[in-house]
C-alpha cells in the first residue's frame, strides 16, 4: 500500500488541531513521553528529511547521476519553502508534539545557503573560507578552531542547526574530486584537524555532520562503488580519523557515505555504523575508543532500504524518498523494523538536537559578523600557503618582494582567482579578493597593458557561459602569450607572477591528462616564457599555484621559476591573502598535508583509480601504505615530501626529550629561529614500532604534531607534544584487536617526512 505524503500531513494536521493541548511536548517533556505519543506516520517521516526545495536534482553536467534514482515522490516535494533557503535540507517539523524543523546546510569551506531570498530585501551571504586542504596545511589546531567558530556564528545566526562538515576521507589519490574537501593523507592529521574543527563549530551550539563515513575516497561510481581493503587499512587509515574525531570532539552526527564497504552499502552496514561507531560489538578493542553518541544520517539521497538503514544505526534518511517512507511505515507496522530500533534512532535524533537553536528557540539575527571574518579567512588562508621552492636571485632570496617592487601579473587567476571547489563544499560569498586587488592593495604597482589583456578576455569569456553555479565554476583556457608582450612588460616590471589554477568538484574525478592533472601546451609554453624572459631581463618569476589539491609539476619546475608558492582555494581573501605572504608580512608556515610525487604512476593507488569497471569494485592493493607510508617503504623519491614547507627564515631542532609515562609518550624539543627575520615553524613526531615478519609496521607514522607562535631571530620555544596510548598502537590482523608490540621504539621529530632532525629510542612493553 502506497502511504501519500500528502495524506500523511493531513492526517497530521488533524491529529494536531484534536491533540495539541494535552499532547507531550519536546522540550518540556521527556523525549520518551514524545516518542510515546508519535503516530506510525509521524515516526517515519521524522527519519526521512527533506531537502532544498529550489534545486531539482540533475544530472551533473559530467554526466554523473548524483542521485541514484530519480527523485519522484521525493519528500522534498512537500516543503515548499525551506526555512533556511539553500539550505540543503530539513527535518519534518511536528508542531503538536512541538518538534521544530532541524536545519541542515553544507558544507567544509563556509555555510552554505542562497544569499538573496524572493521579495526580501535582505543579504544572507557567507563566509567563504580556506578549503579544508588549506586549513590542514596550517598545521595549527588553535587557527583552525577559531576559524571554524566563526563559520558555526554564521551557521547559527542563519538559523542553521547543523554544518555539513567537516568532511575526511583520505587523499588516497590525488585525482580524488573532492581531495580539497578532505584534510590529509595522513589519519593522525586528519583527525586531530577534524577535532579542531568541530570544536570550534559546536562552541556555538550548532552541531557539525562529520561525513563521509566510510572510505569515500573517489567521486567515480560514488553511489555504487564497493570499495574492498584490508581490515588493517580499513582500522588504521580509513577510520582512524573519525575515531580521533569522536574521541577529542564528539560530533552531534555523522553522515554515512553513498559507497560499499566490503560489499556493504555504508547507510546499510551495521559492523560499521552500530558496532564500531557505538562501541557494541564488545570485541577487543575493536570498537572506537570513545563510543559515539549523536545520531547517523545518510548522505543525501543514499537511497538503499530505508528498513536497512534503520536496522543498521542510520538513524536519519536525508533526504528520504516515498518509497523510503512507505518501507519503514511497513517495517514498523510487520514488525520487521521493531519499535525499539525505531524509537532509538528517533531519540539520539531528538537527544542531539535539544541545544540546536531550533529547539531552543534562539533568535538568530541574519546578521553575522561577516566583517570579523574576513579577517579570519585571510589570516587562516595565507598560514597554510606552502613555499615550495625560494631559490637566490643575486644575493637574497626570491621572495619576499621588497616594497615598490613592480610586478606583472600572468595567468587567468590573476585576475579571476579561484576560491574553493564546486558542489556542495561551494559557498555563496559576497565578494572575493584577486591577486591583483590584493598585490595593488599591498602597495605593489601591477603592469596594466598585461592587466588590461586579461581582464578584457576574462569578460569576454564569461559572458559565453553561465555564471557559476552547484555544479560548474567557470574555468576558462589560459591565454597564449606572446614574446613581444612578456618582453615589453618585464622591461617595465621588477618581476612576473604566473599563475596555474585548477578547479575540481563533488561528482567526478580529476584526471591524469593535459588540462587537469598535467599542463596544457600553452600553459607549459607560457610559464617557460615567462620565466625565460624575465631571467634574460634579470627579473625574477613566481609561479603561484591556485588549486585544492596537486598537478604534475615537472613543466613548472622545467621552466626553473625562482620561486613557487601554492595557494590552494584560499577563500574569498585569497587575492589579499597570498599579497601577504608574498610581500613578507606574513612569512609562511605552511606545510602539505599530502606527499607530492615526481610522476602520477609513482602512486601505488594510480593502479586501481578510480576503480574496476566490469565489477564496481576498487580494491584497495596498496593496503595501509598510502603517501608516505608507500614512499617509505619504497625506492622512489617524492617531489615534496609529507609535511614539506618552506620559510623566509630558518630553524634548530635541540635538546629533545622523549618519556613513557605510563602508556603516554610525552616528547619535548626546543626550536629556535636561527635566520634574521620572525616565523613559525610546525614540528612532526614520528612513531617508528618494532617490525617483525609477521606484523610489518609503516617505517614510521605521524602520532603528533605542535607548531610555535611566532618566533622573532633568535628566540626559542619548547614545544611538547604527546602521543595517547590508544594512537600508539597497531591493528593486528591475527588477534583481531588494537595492540602495542613490546620492543623498541623510535620517536623523531622532523621538519617533513623526509627531514628527520632528532631521534630517540626508548622500550616500550605491551599492554592491550
Ligand atoms: C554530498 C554531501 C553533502 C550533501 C548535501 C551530497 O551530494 O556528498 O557532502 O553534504 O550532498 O548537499
Redesign the pocket.
Known amino acids: 500500500m502506497k502511504h501519500k505524503l500528502l495524506n500523511a500531513s493531513i492526517a497530521m494536521s488533524v491529529l494536531s488541531l484534536a491533540g495539541c493541548q494535552n499532547a507531550p511536548q519536546y522540550g518540556r517533556d521527556s523525549i520518551e513521553e514524545v516518542i510515546a505519543a508519535m503516530t506510525v506516520e509521524e515516526k517515519a517521516q521524522f527519519v526521512v528529511g527533506t531537502?532544498?526545495v529550489q534545486e531539482t536534482p540533475p544530472d551533473s553536467p559530467k554526466g554523473i547521476k548524483?542521485y541514484p534514482e530519480q527523485c519522484e515522490g521525493a519528500v522534498a516535494t512537500l516543503q515548499t519553502q525551506g526555512k533556511v533557503q539553500g539550505a540543503?535540507?530539513q527535518h519534518f517539523d511536528i508542531p503538536r508534539l512541538g518538534i521544530p524543523a532541524f536545519v541542515?546546510?553544507?558544507?567544509?569551506a563556509g555555510v552554505?545557503i542562497d544569499p538573496k531570498r524572493e521579495n526580501d530585501e535582505g543579504e544572507y551571504y557567507c563566509t567563504a573560507f580556506p578549503t579544508e586542504t588549506a586549513l590542514a596545511a596550517t598545521w595549527d589546531i588553535d587557527l583552525v578552531e577559531r576559524t571554524t567558530k566563526a563559520m558555526g556564528e554564521e551557521a547559527k545566526e542563519y538559523g542553521v542547526d547543523v554544518l555539513?562538515?567537516p568532511?575526511i576521507n583520505i587523499h588516497r589519490n590525488p585525482l580524488c574530486g573532492?581531495n580539497f574537501?578532505y584534510f590529509s593523507e595522513d589519519p593522525l592529521l586528519v583527525g586531530k584537524m577534524a577535532a579542531a574543527y568541530i570544536n570550534g563549530v559546536q562552541k556555538n551550539n550548532v552541531g557539525v555532520?562529520l561525513?563521509?563515513y566510510a572510505v569515500?575516497n573517489q567521486e567515480t561510481h560514488?553511489n555504487g562503488v564497493n570499495a574492498q581493503l584490508s581490515m588493517r587499512a580499513l582500522r588504521e587509515i580509513y577510520l582512524r580519523g573519525f575515531e580521533i574525531a569522536i574521541r577529542e570532539s564528539q560530533p552531534w552526527t555523522i553522515?554515512s557515505?553513498?559507497n560499499k564497504v566490503n560489499g556493504i552499502f555504508a547507510s546499510e552496514n551495521h559492523w560499521l555504523l552500530t558496532e564500531v561507531l557505538r562501541g557494541t560489538d564488545g570485541s577487543k578493542g575493536g570498537t572506537f575508543e570513545v563510543p559515539f553518541q549523536g545520531f547517523v544520517m545518510t548522505?543525501?539521497?543514499a537511497q538503499e532500504n530505508g528498513v536497512r538503514q534503520q536496522l543498521a544505526g542510520n538513524d536519519l534518511i536525508?533526504p528520504g524518498t516515498q518509497r523510503q517512507l512507505d518501507e519503514i511505515i511497513e517495517g514498523i507496522n510487520n514488525g520487521s523494523l521493531p519499535d525499539s530500533i525505531i524509537d532509538q534512532n528517533i531519540y539520539r535524533i531528538l537527544k542531539t538536537m535539544e541545544k540546536s537553536t531550533a529547539a531552543t528557540g534562539y533568535k538568530y539575527s541574519n546578521k553575522p559578523d561577516l566583517a570579523d571574518h574576513a579577517k579570519v579567512t585571510r589570516e587562516v588562508a595565507s598560514d597554510g600557503m606552502v613555499l615550495l621552492k625560494n631559490d637566490l636571485t643575486g644575493t637574497s632570496k626570491a621572495l619576499p618582494f621588497e616594497a615598490g617592487t613592480k610586478v606583472a601579473l600572468f595567468g587567468n587567476a590573476c585576475y579571476d582567482i579561484l576560491v574553493g571547489g564546486s558542489?556542495?563544499?561551494n559557498v555563496n560569498r559576497k565578494y572575493k579578493v584577486s591577486l591583483a586587488e590584493g598585490m595593488e592593495n599591498a602597495g605593489f604597482a601591477v603592469d596594466e597593458p598585461v592587466k588590461k589583456a586579461y581582464t578584457s578576455y576574462l569578460d569576454a569569456e564569461k559572458a559565453k557561459v553561465p555564471a557559476e553555479n552547484f555544479w560548474t565554476i567557470p574555468v576558462f583556457a589560459e591565454l597564449s602569450l606572446s614574446e613581444a608582450q612578456v618582453t615589453e612588460a618585464m622591461k617595465n616590471s621588477d618581476a612576473a607572477i604566473i599563475t596555474i589554477c585548477r578547479m575540481a568538484g563533488?561528482?567526478g574525478d580529476r584526471k591524469a591528462v593535459a588540462g587537469d592533472y598535467l599542463l596544457t601546451d600553452t600553459e607549459a609554453a607560457n610559464i617557460a616564457l615567462v620565466c625565460k624572459t624575465a631571467h634574460a631581463a634579470g627579473k625574477k618569476a613566481i609561479v603561484v599555484l591556485n588549486m585544492g589539491n596537486i598537478i604534475d609539476m615537472n613543466a613548472v619546475l622545467a621552466a626553473n621559476p625562482d620561486a613557487v608558492l601554492h595557494a590552494w582555494l584560499g577563500g574569498q581573501e585569497a587575492g589579499n591573502s597570498i599579497a601577504d605572504v608574498l610581500s613578507g608580512k606574513v612569512n609562511p608556515s605552511g606545510k602539505l598535508p599530502m606527499t607530492w610525487a615526481k610522476n602520477y604512476q609513482d602512486y601505488a593507488s594510480s593502479k586501481n583509480f578510480p576503480f574496476s569497471v566490469a565489477d564496481s569494485i576498487v580494491n584497495y592493493e596498496e593496503d595501509i601504505y598510502v603517501g608516505y607510508r608507500q614512499f617509505d617503504k619504497g625506492s622512489v623519491k617524492p617531489l615534496y615530501p609529507f609535511g614539506f614547507g618552506l620559510s623566509y627564515t630558518t630553524f634548530e631542532y635541540s635538546d629533545f626529550e622523549v618519556k613513557n609515562d605510563n602508556g603516554k609518550i610525552v616528547a619535548t624539543v626546543a626550536v629556535k629561529n636561527t635566520g634574521a627575520v620572525a616565523g613559525r615553524e610546525s614540528v612532526q613526531l614520528y612513531q617508528s614500532a618494532p617490525s617483525s615478519a609477521e606484523w610489518e609496521k609503516p617505517v614510521k607514522e605521524l602520532k603528533a604534531f605542535a607548531k610555535t607562535k611566532i618566533l622573532q631571530p633568535g628566540e626559542t620555544q619548547k614545544l611538547t607534544m604527546t602521543i595517547e596510548k590508544f594512537d600508539a598502537m597497531s591493528w593486528n590482523e591475527k588477534q583481531n584487536c588494537w595492540s602495542v608490540d613490546n620492543g623498541d621504539y623510535t620517536y623523531s621529530v622532523a621538519a617533513n617526512a623526509e627531514d628527520v632532525k632528532l631521534s630517540k629510542a626508548i622500550s616500550i612493553s605491551a599492554t592491550k
Open positions: 531537502n532544498r548524483r540543503a535540507g541542515y546546510a553544507d558544507g567544509p552554505r555539513l562538515a568532511a573532492r574537501e555532520s561525513k563521509h569515500n560514488r553522515m557515505s553513498y548522505d543525501w539521497w536525508m558542489g556542495s563544499g563533488e561528482g
